[in-house]
């Protein structure tokens, strides 16, 4: 059920509102009107998804993205929605998508505006949608750092930088997730409003929970120490496992019920499947802001600082017990 204050709603914009005022007062509010832009896009994209199969959004578009990956009709349709929003607004100045070969400036950076850079995942776990299984948005937000020589040099910044972040889970409803480093807030799409309602805050993940969530699939082809693991799990007997395969819809269950998402290094993945910046980076950010933690395996995800924008990361997240269960074996190697 929604959060009343003074028997109000609270929307996820008043709710930044507040925070700018207790956390940063004297605030242009240019960062609300920026993750407004957001909020908008993800509810063009919540309603596509809710309306496939009865408007032509199925299937493939027949062209691969930047990383080899087929892309879904619905991923550029994402990816259009977040652009275009982020496009009428002055703070932002540059995007990174994980549909885009290069990241784009939108804007020159000066003291009024471009202050931010945006990067997303307009829909993570597009192979879902056709099946009617849950798909997400991913974002992080970056300060644009000025007198910069580069647009690269701007965006290749590490995790522990990100000044917000979140995502959107298109599931049983439309549910968003963020954080400013001021805690994590769960908001639910309320359809006949078309608001953002408040429905959970400050969440904390349990201390930890006997569930992992990973593609065993690959198994014969995980690093030996996470073989371990699994093999341990397994032997303890209360272990369950879960996969969905949208990272997003993983980890919201793992936000909420505790346990750990795992994504070795494969034979045919030797760096990891997800992407740092754009996946890793702002759920690590979530995780660690409940409470939780993010390791590549040997580093926090947060401080790994990246080479390309499309860089990808071997990732373990979840409840910090659960986290260093995998890793114990990790180290132990
Ligand atoms: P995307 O659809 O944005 O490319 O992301 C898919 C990702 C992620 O959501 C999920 O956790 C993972 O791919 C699943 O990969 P496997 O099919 O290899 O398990
Ligand atoms: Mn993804
Ligand atoms: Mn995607």
């Known amino acids: 059920m929604p959060i009343k204050r003074n028997g109000q709603f609270i929307t996820i914009q008043q709710h930044i509102v507040e925070a700018q005022r207790k956390y940063r007062p004297g605030s242009s509010g240019e960062f609300s009107w920026l993750l407004s832009a957001i909020t908008l896009a993800t509810k063009i994209i919540a309603s596509h998804v809710r309306r496939a199969g009865l408007v032509d959004v199925w299937g493939e578009q027949g062209t691969t993205n930047v990383q080899g990956e087929t892309v879904q009709k619905l991923d550029l349709l994402a990816n259009e929605a977040l652009k275009n929003a982020l496009g009428y607004r002055d703070s932002v100045g540059i995007i990174a998508s994980e549909e885009d070969n290069e990241p784009r400036v939108l804007q020159e950076v000066d003291e009024a505006h471009g202050r931010y850079i945006v990067m997303f995942d307009p829909l993570d776990g597009s192979s879902n949608i056709d099946v009617n299984v849950s798909v997400g948005t991913i974002f992080t937000v970056f300060r644009n750092p000025p007198e ?144 939780g933690a993010a390791s590549d395996g040997s580093r926090r995800v947060l401080t790994v600082e990246p080479n390309t924008v499309h860089d990808r990361t071997p990732l373990i997240i979840g409840t910090q017990r659960n986290v260093n269960e995998v890793l114990h074996f990790i180290q132990k190697r």
């Open 148 to 291: 910069v020589a580069s647009t690269e040099e701007s965006v290749l910044q590490p995790g522990a930088e990100q000044v917000a972040a979140g995502y959107v889970v298109y599931g049983s409803s439309a549910i968003l997730v963020y954080t400013t480093g001021h805690g994590v807030h769960m908001f639910t799409l309320d359809p006949d409003y078309g608001a953002y309602l408040l429905t959970r805050e400050n969440i904390r993940m349990p201390e930890h929970a006997p569930h992992y969530s990973c593609n065993e699939a690959y198994y014969h082809t995980f690093p030996s120490a996470y073989q371990r693991y699994l093999a341990w799990a397994k032997s303890e007997g209360e272990f369950s496992s879960r996969y969905i395969g949208s990272l997003v819809a993983d980890f919201h269950r793992i936000l909420l019920k505790g346990g750990v998402f795992l994504y070795p290094p494969t034979e045919k993945q030797p760096d990891g499947k997800l992407r740092l910046m754009y996946e890793a980076n702002p759920i690590a950010f979530i995780a660690e802001q409940a409470g």
